[in-house]
Nanobody, 121 residues
């Protein structure tokens, strides 16, 4: 059973920063490609970033240079550091695991967390 638990969302002013976390089991963390997605009301889910088991990262153009995906091996935790936030970044943010068809930001993932809300005003 793959369990992903996001945290770290909240409300922030434009130009501010937030760091999202996603806790996963050691097995999940070390075996799978991991990614971050978001979905704003009335919009389709949008891939943001991915990181593979070797630590190689990819990013969507919409967040490249502002967002950074990383993971802490000791804590089995995935992170998304978000800087220079904009009102259009307001969305529910999800972490995901296991991309069987390649590990890039736009991949299809099999497992999802429940999400954490980010609001930028």
């Amino acid at each position: 059973h793959v369990q992903l638990v996001e945290s770290g969302g909240g409300s922030v002013q434009a130009g501010g920063s937030l760091r999202l976390s996603c806790a996963a089991s050691r097995y999940t963390y070390r075996r799978y490609c991991l990614g971050w997605f978001r979905q704003a009301p009335g919009k389709e889910r949008e891939g943001l970033a991915s990181i593979d088991t070797d630590g190689i990262t990819t990013y969507a153009d919409s967040v490249k240079g502002r967002f950074t995906i990383s993971k802490d091996n000791a804590k089995n935790t995935l992170y998304l550091q978000m800087n220079n936030l904009k009102p259009e970044d307001t969305a529910m943010y999800y972490c995901a695991a296991d991309s069987p068809y390649g590990c890039i930001w736009s991949s299809v993932f099999n497992y999802w967390g429940q999400g954490t809300q980010v609001t930028v005003s």
